[in-house]
């Protein structure tokens, strides 16, 4: 057994054993994800003089904000709480945090590593760290948020072996059974692009617009995973955007006005 495994509960061991994304049975397909790049390959038109979909027309929040706002405090109480139990001895109460968080833990790995199987050991990786350092977590913020942190870290770690490495070029092929991203993914054309444009990034800008545009933290919850300003979250989110746009946008050129001749 790996040495790094001992201890751990066997739903941990479990994975890395067996290979299986969070979410999914052996050799299955990897979990789903959202996504909003859709809207940087698209380019869609905004539809002016209409409400906002899922806004009433009073200006409050959005249908179905406030009741994810109020789960969303829930969650972070039970993970205080199942915290709490596990530092004292109970087991199954870090197997509940596991169920609660593997899944967006993988599907942010997915898209920082690009790499299938990279993502699985980093997120095996993230949850051996929490497994062992969860007293350093001091509930000032949000379980989620220090987990993140733990991930990204994990993620950027990874990054660096592998530069280390000099290993080989992370793969073109998009995996088709991971709709992770479906709605940017609609065009065979622009699949591979996209791929390229978010790999493309410096490290810091593609955790920030991971985290904002295709997990849909905020602005406040991303600063405190990256533990910057919320500044420099908005500055690295805009820059981000911005080479993403140019990227796709000239790629838009070429596929829908392609060259005369050979």
């Known amino acids: ?102 899944d967006r833990v993988f599907h942010l790995c997915l898209r920082m590593l690009r790499d299938r199987d990279a993502a699985l050991d980093a997120t095996q990786d993230t949850f051996l760290t929490v497994f062992r350092k969860a007293d350093r977590y001091r509930n000032r913020a949000a379980f989620s948020t220090w987990l993140y942190r733990v991930a990204l870290n994990t993620c950027y770690d990874h990054l660096r072996r592998a530069k280390r490495r000099r290993t080989e070029a992370l793969p073109d092929h998009h995996d088709p059974s991971d709709p992770a991203g479906e709605d940017a993914y609609r065009s065979a054309e622009l699949r591979p692009a996209i791929e390229d444009a978010l790999a493309a990034l410096p490290d810091e800008f593609r955790a920030a617009v991971v985290l904002v545009d295709l997990d849909g933290r905020s602005l406040d919850d991303t600063a405190e995973i990256l533990d910057v300003p919320v500044g420099t979250v908005k500055s690295r989110v805009f820059r981000a955007r911005r080479m993403l746009a140019e990227r796709l946008g000239n790629l838009r050129e070429g596929v829908e006005h392609p060259k005369d001749g050979p």
Do not use: K, N, Q
Request: charged share 30%; aromatic share 2%.
């Open 1 to 102: 057994m790996d040495r790094a495994l001992r201890g751990a509960p066997r739903r941990v061991r479990a994975r890395r054993l067996r290979g299986a994304a969070p979410g999914e049975e052996p050799h299955s397909a990897a979990p789903s994800g959202g996504g909003t790049l859709a809207a940087l390959a698209r380019r869609a038109p905004r539809h002016r003089g209409r409400s906002a979909p899922g806004r009433d027309r009073r200006g409050s929040l959005p249908v179905g904000l406030r009741s994810r706002i109020i789960g969303m405090t829930h969650r972070a109480a039970e993970d205080a709480e199942l915290v709490a139990r596990y530092l004292e001895g109970d087991l199954e109460a870090f197997e509940t945090l596991m169920s609660a968080h593997e």
